[in-house]
Structures are given as structure tokens and as C-alpha cells.
């Protein structure tokens, strides 16, 4: 789902620590695989203005209220998300 020369950056090991995938796609249209520790506040307010300009189109998954955040924990941990979990602590 990436375009050529697209940038994927690896951001956390919510579905576990490895993977396996065919690195072919990679080389032919010249796509890039960076790791990321951590961001700021900056990387933040960029981030939600490449989303607001349609740059960025999250995935979206699941929306759970706040007090169901141990399903959420449960649900990556199994690797059973394709997306992003929205918690809605205002949700009933």
C-alpha cells in the first residue's frame, strides 16, 4: 500500500517484535524501511497536518470506550488489529 519511493517507518512493538515479509517490494519501487524510538511534541502537530491536509490517512479499526482499554491491550497483543484503536473515554 505504499507508493514508490514512500517512506514506511516502524514505530513500537505492539503486534510483537518481528515479521516476515518479501523484501522484493521494496527494491523495484525503491521504498525505504525506517525504525523510530521516539518523537516530540513538533513530530505530533506535523503529523496531524499532513492528516488534516489528506497526506496521511490513518487506518482506522476499532473504536472502543476507555473502559474497555484491556480488550484494546488484549486485541494487539494477538496481532488481531489492522489498524489504529481509537479509545473514546467519553463513550458509554
Sequence with gaps: MLRPLGVVVVFGFTAGAETTFD???LFFAQKQLRGAMASDIEDLEWGLEQVKAGK???LLDTVLPLREAGAAHRLLAAA??????????WAE
Design 23 to 25: 523484501v522484493r517490494g
Design 56 to 58: 496521511i490517512r490513518p
Design 80 to 89: 488481531q488489529v489492522k489498524g489504529n484503536i481509537v479509545l473514546q473515554p
